[in-house]
Nanobody
Framework: QVQLVESGGGLVQAGGSLRLSCAAS????????MGWYRQAPGKQRELVAR???????DYADFVKGRFTISRDDAKKTVDLQLNSLRPEDTAVYYC???????????????WGQGTQVTVSS
């Protein structure tokens, strides 16, 4: 079974930092665009950052200069470094991969279970 497993969420004070990590399981041959999304209570899920296969990145305006996304295809991981956190960054953060080539065939639009990030003021 192919799945994404996130880790690294928690409670932090405003101005603090966290590092989120997402690892893909199972036999994977290729990984497409990897991204992090978040969903706050009562709000829609929104893109935080994504990183393409060629290493190019795309960030939401509200995290530019504060968050950094990185990927390691050999380890099948995508990380998100969160710095200068604000209370409004409080949300469940989800990892996503748009396409995976696996030993059971292609898998599309795969999501992790989410990890809670809470920033206190």
């Amino acid at each position: 079974q192919v799945q994404l497993v996130e880790s690294g969420g928690g409670l932090v004070q405003a101005g603090g930092s966290l590092r989120l990590s997402c690892a893909a399981s199972a036999s994977i041959f290729t990984i497409g665009t990897m991204g992090w999304y978040r969903q706050a209570p009562g709000k829609q899920r929104e893109l935080v950052a994504r990183i393409f296969r060629d290493g190019n990145t795309d960030y939401a305006d509200f995290v530019k200069g504060r968050f950094t996304i990185s990927r390691d295809d050999a380890k099948k991981t995508v990380d998100l470094q969160l710095n200068s956190l604000r209370p409004e960054d409080t949300a469940v953060y989800y990892c996503n991969v748009d396409r995976l080539g696996t030993n059971i065939g292609p898998v599309y639009d795969l999501w992790g279970q989410g990890t809670q990030v809470t920033v206190s003021s």
